[in-house]
C-alpha cells in the first residue's frame, strides 16, 4: 500500500490499529517469556518444568490448566492477575497514541 493512501486512510479514520503486546513492554508490562516463567515456577516438578521450558504461551497455559490444574483456570487466572498487576513506568508510547485522534479501534494481544 502506498504510504499516501495509507495517510489518506488514517485521515479519514478508515484505519484500525492491531497493536501486540510487546506495545506494552516499555511501560512495565510483562513479557510472554516472564509469564512462561511465572507459569512454570508453579508447576513443582522440575522435569516436566525442563520439558515445557520452550513451549509457547499457549501450549504451557493448557498444559498447566489440564494437567495440574485439573482443567480448572482459578490458579491460571490468579497468577496472570498478579503478573499484570503493576505500576507501569514509561507510558510515553500509549500516550502519544492517545493524541492521535484519528482511530477509534485498537485490537490488541
Do not use: W
Not at 520452550?54 to 492477575?81: F, H, T, W
Amino acid at each position: 500500500m502506498e504510504f499516501d493512501r495509507l495517510i489518506k486512510l488514517v485521515r479519514e479514520e478508515k484505519v484500525s490499529l492491531f497493536i501486540g503486546s510487546g506495545f506494552s513492554l516499555k511501560a512495565g508490562a510483562p513479557s510472554v517469556a516472564t509469564l512462561c516463567k511465572g507459569i512454570l515456577s508453579q508447576i513443582d516438578n522440575e522435569q516436566i518444568c525442563l520439558e515445557h521450558k520452550n513451549d509457547s504461551l499457549a501450549k504451557l497455559s493448557n498444559y498447566y490448566v489440564e494437567e495440574v490444574c485439573c482443567g480448572s483456570r482459578n490458579n491460571l487466572i490468579e497468577l496472570l492477575q498478579n503478573m499484570f498487576s503493576f505500576t507501569p513506568t514509561n507510558t510515553e508510547d500509549q500516550q502519544a497514541l492517545a493524541q492521535i485522534p484519528h482511530f477509534h479501534d485498537i485490537f490488541t494481544t
